[in-house]
């Protein structure tokens, strides 16, 4: 009987110890499973502008809050999509993870996103900021889940100004006739129609020949844009219109999204809404900077621009549009103070 019972307390022994053996790794517990990913994360700007230098901060703050799990690497220059459509279907396939552009294009797949393209919709970096990070900003990115996009913040591009290579324009009557590059965006197509100048849509890789051969006489950006692209070399008038304030939403491919656990979504929300403070300051603050660089080589910047003939010119475009996107939203976004 004691040979039995030492024979059974070996056996239990040696079937401990190989439970224990160091070859052999544990199953993890279940649900435990650690979220891993690398990500890609484009736009059609270069790895100077703005965009590309606030996605490296937040690659930087999400390897970081994540303790290495989840990594994202930057593809500036149109490197994965030849433009910021292309950008925006293949996020939507899950083959671009996470995409930062302007909202012209956006609209395209989400409309209520163009309200903010009306000229003269916002003031100033202030309203910009209490509107677009506050409920109404909230809901403009809420809507992009319908396209299978999800909007985590909004960064910026910055107020938009008319450049060209023929005159130095103050007012919409010295720019009548003007043939200008624009996006494709019915509001801004409009806008400048009423103002009497001559819109063009053109893919943003067609932009930069196309005012090289002078095809087309300007175009309208943002300070960092213009100058990101180089098109002081092609362009000889700058002229601080301020015409519309452009966006530019940080989104995620719904499908990665939806991977993720909650625990990682939140630290993507969030981290998203903190970059877009120091995005927006380190955009607002390299302006004039760039500004006087460009006058350096030539740029004539128009800085007496009259504001309000503009305003006055483009208000058909406005009133137009404010009654589709709907008066009350648009009211809504102007009493922000």
């Known amino acids: ?37 690398t990500m890609k994360l484009t736009s059609t700007q270069s790895a100077t502008h703005p965009y590309m230098l606030g996605g490296a ?9 994540t303790n290495g799990r989840i990594t994202i690497t930057l593809y500036p220059d149109s490197q994965l999509a030849k433009g910021e459509r292309e950008c925006l279907e293949a996020l939507q396939q899950g083959t671009i993870d ?5 909202t012209g294009p956006v609209g395209g797949f989400s409309p209520s996103m163009l309200i903010t393209d009306l000229p003269f919709l916002f ?31 909004f960064w910026e591009n910055g107020f938009r100004h008319l450049t060209n290579s023929k005159t130095a324009v103050k007012t919409p009557e010295e720019g009548k006739g003007l043939k ?23 893919a943003w890789g067609e932009l930069y020949p196309a005012l090289q051969q002078k095809v087309i006489d300007g175009q309208e950006n943002p300070v960092a844009v213009f100058s990101s692209a180089k098109f002081y070399e ?55 900077k760039s500004l006087k660089e460009m006058e350096g080589k030539g740029l004539v910047v128009v ?14 475009a406005f009133d137009e549009y404010a009654k589709q996107f709907g008066k009350d939203k648009v009211d809504a976004i102007l009493a922000v103070k």
């Open 180 to 202: 200008i590059r624009t996006m494709e965006n019915k509001v801004h197509l409009a806008a400048f129609k009423a103002a009497g100048l001559n819109p063009t849509p053109m």
């Open 123 to 153: 003031r100033d970096g202030a309203h910009v900021d209490k509107v677009l990070d506050g409920p109404i900003g909230r809901a403009l990115l809420d809507d992009l889940d319908k396209s299978g996009l999800k909007g985590l913040a």
């Open 303 to 316: 800085r007496d621009v009259n504001k309000d003939a503009w305003i006055k010119a483009m208000q058909p």
């Open 98 to 102: 996470i995409y930062v552009g302007s």
């Open 1 to 37: 009987m004691k040979k039995v019972l030492a024979i059974m307390l070996l056996l239990v022994f040696m079937v401990v110890i190989a439970g224990c053996g160091g070859d052999k790794k544990a199953a993890p517990a279940e649900g435990k499973t650690e979220f891993k990913a």
């Open 57 to 65: 901060k937040f690659a930087e703050l999400i390897k970081e809050r």
């Open 234 to 288: 092609v362009q000889k008038y700058f002229s601080l219109t301020g015409h519309v304030y452009s966006p530019a939403p940080m989104i995620i491919s719904m499908k990665k999204w939806q991977a993720m656990p909650k625990a990682d979504q939140e630290i993507f929300a969030k981290t998203a809404l903190e970059v877009a403070a120091y995005q927006r300051k380190l955009n607002r603050d390299s302006e004039e």
